[in-house]
């Protein structure tokens, strides 16, 4: 470790610290007046920015839940391309995600060099915003190409869409720990910001279908209708990100933003981090099971349940228990630690899985069980998000260098990666269960239905397992440990304004 430490810390802490041979003591830094109210909970401007930030994502929410929920299924029952074009689609698009995904850490470096009369991050927002826009309204157009020209275009476009996609992502989510040293702050923050993720994923995932009968009905193509929903979540977009442009108030009292940075020392600051990997890698898991359960919702209800119209009803719960989870999460975590919210939301998560997949074909029954899952699941999200903004006051601890933009750009590549893979299985399992190329509900036979179910249900279980497992193994910052590092930053004069 570059940087000396002597700190108060908790007894995991303080075994992973001593293991690793630092000077373990307890103290009890003095801080100033400016750093005791953020940790309080008395931060400047922090009940105004809570609100306008969340409004910025609203319409961020309706384009991603457009691309990464719709686009397959556009595809496969829009313009019902055939197994071979699907199947090029699936592997090109995973290869291009994953690229897409590496250069994530690249747009994050050059974030957290941007300095001007906008700041670091609000410039991306705005033109990141923008350019995605156009490429979300084209993802969605039909031009008229043959399949083979057809699957160069689309796959060309969907990465182009990715890298503007990352630059106001990137810019959105790293501006959240540069509001506030205060974990109790941030949890807030990013509490409000994911109620209203949940009311923009709600909006179209609820709404798409209704949307696009309502232009049909008018004598609209259907391919032109979901056209035509692209382009007013793309106005959505800009509009709501234009509210945390102008609105937000970001800390001129200390300095939370992020240093330039060489592309060598970015890969640096990423990978000698070990605890943002680690914390990566659970969220990673994490995005891939819960990823393929919303993946799979109206193959579902389509193929299984046997009446895909249910599904805009079956939404409504998925709905109220995100909203919910976010809601009550700022009271969770007074009463719990972290991790033991994580312990207890994981384990329910797998026990609702279980009754998922044995209950009958209901709607109460099986709504009963997605307001629960996705009750707890919208709580480890929200645990992964603030696990991955502490890491940034570690890092800066551990490398003597500040870099949240960098640190959050493992965020897209973790959604793009995961929704990447997640395609790549309701693609496979398309294909092989028959769905592609079923007319009818009734061509799909019960191996078919069975593995629909399958990936959608016990899979996840096991990937939700599996990044509990890790962050119980790896992740070692908890509240108080990450307090004491503030604490330790402020003294060494890091937070310091220059």
Not at 30 to 35: A, D, L, N, S
Not at 76 to 92: C, G
Not at 175 to 203: C, H, Q, W, Y
Request: hydrophobic share 55%.
């Amino acid at each position: 470790m570059e940087v000396g430490t002597a700190y108060e810390i908790t007894a995991n802490s303080m075994r992973w610290a001593g293991a690793m041979g630092h000077d373990v003591r307890v103290t009890s830094p003095q801080m100033p007046e400016h750093q005791l109210a953020d940790l309080e909970g008395q931060a400047p401007g922090v009940r105004r920015n809570r609100w306008l930030f969340g409004v910025g994502t609203v319409g961020r929410d309706m384009v991603y839940t457009l691309v990464a929920f719709w686009l397959i299924y556009y595809l496969t029952e829009v313009l019902t391309l055939s197994n071979s074009a699907l199947a090029w689609i699936t592997v090109v698009l995973l290869g291009i995600r994953i690229i897409d995904a590496i250069l994530d850490p690249i747009v994050g470096g050059l974030v957290d060099s941007t300095q001007g009369r906008w700041g670091q991050f609000k410039p991306w927002l705005f033109w990141g915003g923008l350019v995605s826009g156009v490429f979300s309204v084209l993802l969605f157009t039909d031009t008229g190409l043959s399949e083979g020209q057809f699957v160069v275009v689309f796959c060309l476009v969907n990465l182009l869409w990715g890298v503007a996609w990352s630059t106001h992502d990137i810019a959105y989510w790293g501006m959240l720990p540069a509001l506030s040293l205060n974990p109790k702050d941030r949890e807030s923050i990013a509490s409000v910001a994911k109620v209203f993720t949940t009311i923009g994923l709600f909006v179209v995932a609820a709404g798409a279908l209704p949307f696009v009968s309502a232009l049909t009905a008018t004598g609209m193509s259907e391919v032109r209708a979901w056209t035509w929903l692209a382009v007013a979540c793309s106005v959505a977009m800009v509009l709501g990100m234009l509210v945390t442009i102008l609105g937000v108030r970001e800390r001129q009292d200390v300095r939370l933003t992020g240093e330039r940075v060489t592309i060598a020392q970015m890969w640096r600051m990423v990978f000698r981090n070990d605890q943002l990997l680690w914390a990566a890698a659970a969220y990673l898991l994490f995005m891939f099971g819960n990823g393929l359960t919303g993946a799979f919702g109206p193959y579902f209800f389509k193929y299984v349940y046997g009446d895909e119209e249910v599904f805009n009803t079956f939404v409504i719960f998925v709905g109220l228990g995100q909203l919910t989870g976010y809601a009550v999460f700022p009271m969770l975590t007074r009463r719990l630690t972290r991790g033991r919210l994580f312990t207890i939301a994981a384990a329910a998560m797998i026990v609702g899985y279980v009754a998922f997949l044995f209950a009958p074909m209901n709607l109460m029954i099986l709504g009963a069980c997605a307001i629960v899952l996705f009750f707890l699941a919208s709580n480890i999200m929200l645990l992964m998000l603030v696990f991955q903004a502490d890491t940034i006051e570690y890092g800066q601890w551990k490398l003597g260098q500040r870099n949240g933009a960098v640190t959050f750009a493992l965020q897209p590549f973790i959604n793009k990666v995961s929704g990447a893979l997640n395609t790549a299985v309701v693609g496979m399992v398309a294909i092989l269960s028959g769905i592609n190329e079923a007319a009818t509900p009734a061509e799909v036979s019960d191996g078919g239905r069975l593995l629909v179910k399958m990936a959608m249900l016990v899979v996840p279980a096991c990937f939700i397992a599996a990044s509990w497992l890790v962050w119980r193994r790896k992740f070692i910052i908890d509240e108080a440990l990450h307090t004491r590092i503030v604490g330790e930053l402020d003294l060494r004069g890091d937070l310091a304004v220059r």
